[in-house]
T-cell receptor, first 110, second 117 residues
Framework: AQSVSQHNHHVILSEAASLELGCNYSYGGTVNLFWYVQYPGQHLQLLLKYFSGDPLVKGIKGFEAEFIKSKFSFNLRKPSVQWSDTAEYFCAAGATTLFFGTGTRLTVIP | GAVVSQHPSRVICKSGTSVKIECRSL??????MFWYRQFPKKSLMLMAT?????????EQGVEKDKFLINHASLTLSTLTVTSAHPEDSSFYIC?????????????FGSGTRLTVV
């Protein structure tokens, strides 16, 4: 069965700290992987996506993610977070249909 | 870029009434659109896949007769919550991707906050 797991429910960081959010997936067949962000009061926006090729994917706002097939993981990283990164982050996997993780709330303290 | 418009953004209705939510792809065609429900402190749950010109595909546990989906054109899908009850109060989000290469990715509407009183 398809599923996506995000193990960090709430992460609190100070500005300039490094960020890594975990995402593991279970999916049969070729999988596309995504990270979405939902800022307070706003709708979901795509941060980055992986379809094939270079497993290190760079997205918007300085975010990147690495696809490790052997670990079924697609962790999101950012070297130095800002207060404006405070949001809910969702990992998703799928082909024609997306399945979402439970989300990770990131709070960045100025 | 691809834009999905969802309307209304907020709606309050009385228990027992029906509410229609629209999802439009503004600058692309989408044979397939998706309806999600977001529970507080939980993830987005896929409710159904809307297919233009044919019946929607519902996920297990989603009542077809309660959540009516119509995908009458390549740019419009509607979700009607029939005989709404307070437990139907939630945040509903639609998404779509263009009928082109998958590299376009998925675009989400801004969501509809439904409150049933």
């Amino acid at each position: 069965a398809q599923s996506v797991s995000q193990h960090n429910h709430h992460v609190i960081l100070s500005e300039a700290a490094s960020l890594e959010l975990g995402c593991n997936y279970s999916y049969g067949g070729t999988v596309n992987l995504f990270w979405y962000v939902q800022y307070p009061g706003q709708h979901l926006q795509l941060l980055l996506k992986y379809f094939s090729g270079d497993p290190l994917v760079k997205g918007i706002k300085g975010f990147e993610a690495e696809f490790i097939k052997s670990k079924f993981s697609f962790n999101l990283r950012k070297p130095s977070v800002q207060w404006s990164d405070t949001a809910e982050y969702f990992c998703a996997a799928g082909a024609t249909t997306l399945f979402f993780g439970t989300g990770t709330r990131l709070t960045v303290i100025p | 870029g691809a834009v999905v418009s969802q309307h209304p953004s907020r709606v309050i209705c009385k228990s027992g009434t029906s509410v229609k939510i629209e999802c439009r792809s503004l600058d692309f065609q989408a044979t397939t659109m998706f309806w999600y429900r977001q529970f507080p402190k939980k993830s987005l749950m896929l409710m159904a896949t809307s297919n233009e010109g044919s019946k929607a595909t519902y996920e297990q546990g989603v009542e077809k007769d309660k959540f009516l989906i119509n995908h009458a054109s390549l740019t419009l899908s509607t979700l009607t919550v029939t005989s709404a009850h307070p437990e139907d109060s939630s945040f509903y989000i639609c998404s779509a991707h263009p009928d082109g290469p998958p590299n376009y990715g998925y675009t989400f509407g801004s969501g509809t906050r439904l409150t049933v009183v």
